[in-house]
């Protein structure tokens, strides 16, 4: 063997000696119980800003502040950052303990170890975390032997620390890990009124004050589906951004279909624009997600375009589908059938046919008011009729009225009776078993199936009680059967 063979392994044989060292010394330290926070000034709901450079010299840098919404990203771009995920590496950083600590001296006496540790420029990550009387930078390094640690220098102190390396899983890489990927995010009263343009058609829906219902108010007054409008709102909140596309405030938005949008959903809070979102085309090969944006932000992003077909439905998929909803208790109910007559309500679940006079079967009024209530829209048939249109739907002279009312009590204590609803019921379609239908208070003709029609009575008679006798059954002494 030459000299130059026997220097080479001398080379090699030191720097594993200095290996088994080094993770001898650091690769499991032990977590010393007691041992003080690596940060003890640090408080997490007092941090207003944090910056994150990844190791390597073409990481952007990242920063992110506190906000009253919560956080935002101001580098490499301004965007709204998850919350969640700020909090969670906060957290860790004011928990964070040291498993053990090198000494200055331990670091002198290693002039490699800045490079051994990745604690040099290039390789370390860099955190600096702010807040108002308090501002510290961390920098980390390389994870030890095992890889459950990694090396930690608090910048402007000597010495260094080995903590545990979930750090590093906090810590985002790119702005992207941190973006907030939610599409909206409205809570309960921020918003009264939904402007919706559908394929150039626009509907609107207001909430009212008073009833905590919403209304259509555009194209015409409506009775708005709660639950469909609830529903769908939902939606928008759970949806979520697929991919970022673009940041840039010259972007062509024709390309992305964003130029004029097939569809757009505004929420305002009076006359004050509270959020808008705008949704375009479909990527090329890609038919399950659409180009979206929010209006007056420059990002442009993709979200699946399955959640949103609700949204691209006709404007009468947000009307009511019920013809009548019973908000209040119904006290009496006029009928016009074969005969004209009224169901009355006497005490709790008892009522009386006027003018016969004659008990009513509660089970009956019973069904028949779940019947009204129940009757579901089958068709819009048209929205403007006049007094001239009514005829041709059998509706001048209706084939059944009923009228429900509830009995309300004044200030001065007089009981007065108001109108719930008044149903007109015309002739059917020869085409189909759909019945023609209108409420006097609305400007529309419906249509109902048949077979509703078919349960609503015509005659008192239909409505009688059907119990021929009515005592308590601890009156009964003896039974004679014959």
Known sequence: MNARATWIWLIVAASLLAFIVVNHRYAHPRLQAGAPRLLPRLQAQSVSSLQVRPPGTNQLEIHAQRVESGWQLTEPVHYPAQAIKVAQLLSHLEQLTPATTITAAEIRARPTAEAEFGLTSLQAASLIVSQPDYRVQLLIGARTAPGDQVFVQIVGQEGAFVVDAELLNLLPRTAQEWRDTSILSLKPGAYNLITVTNAG??????????????????????????????????????????????????????????????????????????????????????????????????????????????????????????????????????????????????????????????????????????????????????????????????????????????????????????????????????????????????????????????????????????????????????????
């Open 201 to 482: 058609k626009v509907f609107e829906l207001e909430l009212d004050a008073a009833t905590s219902l919403w209304r259509m108010v555009r194209p015409f007054p409506a009775r708005a589906h709660q639950a469909r409008i609830r529903e769908s709102v939902e939606v928008l909140q759970a949806l979520q951004v697929q991919s970022f596309v673009s940041d840039d405030p010259a972007a062509d938005l024709e390309a992305y279909g964003l130029q004029s949008p097939p569809l757009q959903i505004v929420f305002r809070q009076g006359t004050n624009l509270v959020a808008a979102l705008q949704f375009g085309t479909s990527p090329t090969n890609q038919p399950n997600l659409v180009f979206a944006r929010r209006l007056g932000a420059p990002t442009i992003f993709t979200v699946l375009t399955d959640p949103l077909t609700g949204w691209r439905a006709s404007f009468n998929e947000f009307r009511d589908p019920h013809l009548v909803a019973l908000t209040e208790p119904v006290d009496a109910v006029e009928v016009r059938g074969e005969t004209l007559f009224t169901l009355e309500r006497q005490e709790g679940e008892q009522w009386r046919v006027l003018p016969a006079g004659f008990r009513a079967d509660s089970e009956l009024v019973r069904e028949l008011l779940t019947t009204l209530s129940g009757l579901q829209i089958a068709q819009f048939v048209k929205d403007v009729v006049t007094e001239p249109d009514l005829p041709a739907y059998g509706l001048a002279t209706p084939l059944r009225q009923f009228v429900l009312k509830s009995s309300i009590t004044n200030a001065a204590g007089l009981k007065t009776n108001v109108v719930l609803a008044d149903l007109h019921f015309g002739v059917s379609t020869n085409q189909d078993d759909r019945v023609y239908v209108r409420r006097t208070d609305e400007s529309f003709v419906y249509a109902i199936t048949g077979n509703g029609f078919l349960r609503l009575p015509a005659a008192p008679w239909q409505l009688r009680e059907r119990r021929f006798w009515d005592f308590p059954a601890t009156n009964v002494a003896g039974i004679v059967i014959r």
